[in-house]
C-alpha cells in the first residue's frame, strides 16, 4: 500500500515536530516568514519526501534509524557545501544507518529524500544481482556524483509518486512504481561513473563545533562575542571567519537567531506562561527591543505566534 501526503507547515517548529523519525533540530537563519513545503509518500520499506524552504536553515539531524537513506537536490539557486565537499543537483547524497547531518541550506532550498529499509535493500541488491557492499555503503556519510540520467529518472519518478494520487484503486500500479524507485536508487550507486568523495573535517568544524556547545548550553543567557572567544581559546577575528564560512553570518548574529529560535520555541511548549515570563526566562530583559528583533527574523509578533495556536 502506498500512502501519499501534503503536510502542511506553520514553521521551523512544526517541521521538526512532524519529521520526529529525522531527529531534526532545524534553524531559520534569515529574516521573514519561513515557507516550507513537504510531502510524503510511504510505501513497505521506503520513505519518500520532497522539502522545501524560502529562507536559509541550518539543517541538524540525522535519517530515521535502520535506513540507509538517499538525497537529491531540486534546486538550483545556490551550491551547497557539507563536510567540505559541494553538492549539487547532480551528485547523489547518501547517509549512512548511524549518520547525522549538519548543513545550512541557502534560501529557496528543495530536495528529495529516499529512506530504504537496510533488509529492503540487501534483498533488491540479491535480487539484481548487484556486487554492492551494502554495509560499506550504510556505515557513514558520502557525496557521489552520479549518472545524471539515472538522477533525472528518480526525479521524474518521485514526482509521479507523490503528486500523481490516488494509488488505492491501483495497487499493483503503486507496487511496480516501488520497484521502480528502489532499482533506480541502487543502480544509481551500482553505475561506473560514480565518484566518490571522502568526507573532510577541518579545524574550522571542530571550532565551530566547540563554540555551538557552548551556544547551546548557554542559550537562555545574552552570550557576547568575546566570551564566546575565550571560551573556545580564539580570536574573534577567527571565529567570525569561521561563522562566515559555515553560515555567511556572524557570531553575534548567529547567537541572536539561536536565542530568538528558542524564545519561540518556548513560546509555542508552553502557552500556559506569559510572554513576558517566557522573556525573562531567556534573558530578554527590554521586551520593546525582543519584540523588534523577533518580528525582524520571523515577520510576525510574538503576540501573532500565539493567536495562530488557538
Known amino acids: 500500500m502506498m500512502i501519499s501526503s501534503e503536510i502542511k507547515i506553520a514553521g521551523i517548529e512544526s517541521l521538526n515536530t512532524k519529521l520526529r523519525d529525522w531527529g531534526l533540530d532545524f534553524v531559520q537563519l534569515d529574516r521573514g516568514i519561513l515557507e ?4 510524503k509518500a510511504e510505501m513497505p520499506g521506503i520513505s519518500l519526501q520532497h ?13 530515521p534509524s535502520n535506513t540507509i537513506t538517499f538525497g537529491i537536490l531540486t534546486s538550483d539557486e545556490a551550491e551547497i557545501v557539507w563536510n567540505n565537499q559541494a553538492i549539487t543537483p547532480t551528485t547523489l547524497e547518501l547517509f549512512g544507518r548511524e549518520d547525522k547531518f549538519d548543513i545550512v541550506s541557502p534560501a529557496g532550498f528543495s530536495a528529495l529524500t529516499f529512506s530504504v529499509n537496510y533488509d529492503e535493500l540487501m534483498q533488491l541488491k540479491e535480487q539484481c544481482g548487484f556486487p554492492l557492499d551494502i554495509d560499506l555503503i550504510s556505515l557513514a556519510h558520502r557525496v557521489e556524483s552520479a549518472n545524471p540520467l539515472t538522477l533525472n529518472k528518480l526525479k521524474m519518478l518521485s514526482e509521479q509518486i507523490l503528486y500523481l494520487q490516488p494509488f488505492e484503486n491501483a495497487p499493483h500500479f503503486a507496487e511496480e512504481l516501488k520497484s521502480d524507485l528502489s532499482y533506480l536508487l541502487i543502480s544509481a550507486l551500482d553505475s561506473p561513473k560514480v565518484h566518490r568523495f571522502p568526507m573532510i573535517k577541518l579545524p574550522r568544524d571542530r571550532l565551530i563545533q566547540k563554540a555551538m556547545i557552548y551556544i547551546q548550553d548557554n542559550i537562555a543567557t545574552p552570550i557576547l562575542v568575546g566570551e564566546l572567544c575565550s571560551q573556545v581559546y580564539t580570536s574573534a577575528r577567527t571565529l567570525t571567519r569561521c561563522f562566515q564560512s559555515k553560515f555567511g553570518l556572524s557570531p553575534k548574529e548567529v547567537i541572536t537567531y539561536l536565542r530568538l529560535q528558542a524564545f519561540r520555541r518556548c513560546l509555542i511548549e508552553n502557552p500556559q506562561l506569559k510572554i513576558y515570563q517566557i522573556a525573562s526566562l531567556f534573558g530578554f530583559w527590554h521586551l520593546s527591543k525582543l519584540t523588534q528583533d523577533y518580528k525582524l527574523v520571523f515577520g510576525e509578533l510574538p503576540t501573532q505566534t500565539r493567536l495562530k495556536m488557538t
Open 51 to 63: 522539502i522545501s524552504f524560502s529562507k536559509k536553515i541550518w539543517q541538524r539531524g540525522s535519517p
Open 36 to 39: 516550507t513545503g513537504l510531502t
